[in-house]
């Protein structure tokens, strides 16, 4: 079975500053990799997503993440944060089983 | 909206109550989805439904059973509940099984068994 590690259950940044989340998968073989945002009180809603292709993936709300095989990572990053982005984010593995994995999420604040 | 609706929003149940957890979705998804989100766990599978008319169990189907009632509608039951079922549910549907365009997510259902 896959196994999906976030580095850090909290992150704290300033407004404006670099955000940046961790997450490594356990599997050698390509996944398919997500990343959702949970709003307080609210469902997931997808970020952006790796399948195939380019390893550095463009999703919603100026977020971006890169694929590293070697190092089995898709860390999540946004380089001006914002106040709107304090949310709980999920990196999300989905292995050739057609089986997903969550990571243990990570929660944002952003300090003004 | 298009989207995934899930019913009740709240409930709190006393320990060995029954009670069923209501989903639909209006996007014409194939495969449908029931997790629990607890604090520092992320989210587990409990059940998934690849097509209407299947299911099948996922990491911690224990004590939860399942029925697709058609293609839109996906129910998760508690026979008996139990306080280590506490947690907040979602539903989730995606195009297929193997859901390269990723999960829509509902916005949960809280549930407390006390």
């Known amino acids: 079975a896959q196994s999906v590690t976030q580095l850090g259950s909290h992150v704290s940044v300033s407004e404006g500053a670099l955000v940046l989340l961790r997450c490594n998968y356990s599997s050698s073989v390509p996944p398919y990799l997500f990343w959702y945002v949970q709003y307080p009180n609210q469902g997931l809603q997808l970020l952006l997503k790796y399948t195939t292709g380019a390893t550095l993936v463009k999703g919603i709300n100026g977020f971006e993440a890169e694929f590293k095989k070697s190092e089995t990572s898709f860390h999540l990053t946004k380089p001006s944060a914002h106040m709107s982005d304090a949310a709980e984010y999920f990196c999300?593995?989905?292995?050739?089983?057609?089986?997903?994995?969550f990571g243990s999420g990570t929660k944002l604040n952003v300090k003004p | 909206n298009a989207g995934v609706t899930q019913t009740p929003k709240f409930q709190v149940l006393k320990t060995g109550q029954s009670m069923t957890l209501q989903c639909a979705q209006d996007m014409n998804h194939n495969s449908m989805y029931w997790y629990r989100q607890d604090p520092g766990m992320g989210l587990r599978l409990i059940y998934y439904s690849a097509s209407e008319g299947t299911t099948d169990k996922g990491e911690v189907p224990n004590g939860y059973n399942v029925s697709r009632l058609n293609k839109r509608e996906f129910s998760l039951r508690l026979e008996s509940a139990a306080p280590s079922q506490t947690s907040v549910y979602f539903c989730?549907?995606?195009?297929?099984?193997?859901?390269?365009?990723?999960?829509?997510f509902g916005s949960g259902t809280r549930l407390t068994v006390v």
């Open positions: 999300a593995v989905q292995d050739n089983f057609n089986k997903f994995y």
């Open positions: 989730a549907s995606s195009e297929a099984l193997r859901g390269t365009y990723g999960y829509t």
